[in-house]
């Protein structure tokens, strides 16, 4: 299983990015996908992950209402468009994929229910 991240770089505050996640080696129409953030010295966070089919969408309370999640089952591909960024935003990116069941109100933010992951992509806001 490879999961490769792109779309990462340094943006002005209230600028946007859109980052992406190519996957391979999974069924990827019968996983759910999230991404994370984590800086240095501190625990990874949840930001946003879709259910298989991309009808379901969770974020965290930091990007609600910013971040978009999204998905192209035909091109095995998730995609986190982030709008509004403030420099807090600032983190290495990881999207990260679980064979575990999401819908309604069932989803999880914890890491270690995700099996695998990307390498991570850089996100900088400068003020």
């Known amino acids: 299983v490879q999961l490769q991240a792109s779309g990462g770089g340094l943006v002005q505050a209230g600028g946007s990015l859109r980052l992406s996640c190519a996957a391979s080696g999974l069924t990827f129409s019968r996983i759910a996908m999230g991404w994370f953030r984590q800086v240095p010295g501190k625990e990874r966070e949840f930001a946003a992950a879709i259910n298989w089919g991309g009808e379901y969408t969770y974020y965290g309370d930091s990007v609600k209402g910013r971040f978009t999640i999204s998905r192209d089952n035909a091109k095995n591909t998730v995609y986190l468009q982030m709008n509004s960024l403030k420099p807090e935003d600032t983190a290495v990116y990881y999207c990260?994929?679980?064979?575990?069941?999401?819908?309604?109100?069932?989803?999880?933010?914890?890491?270690?229910?995700?099996?695998?992951w990307g390498q991570g992509t850089q996100v900088t806001v400068s003020s």
């Open positions: 990260a994929a679980s064979s575990r069941y999401f819908g309604g109100a069932v989803y999880s933010r914890r890491p270690t229910e995700f099996e695998y």
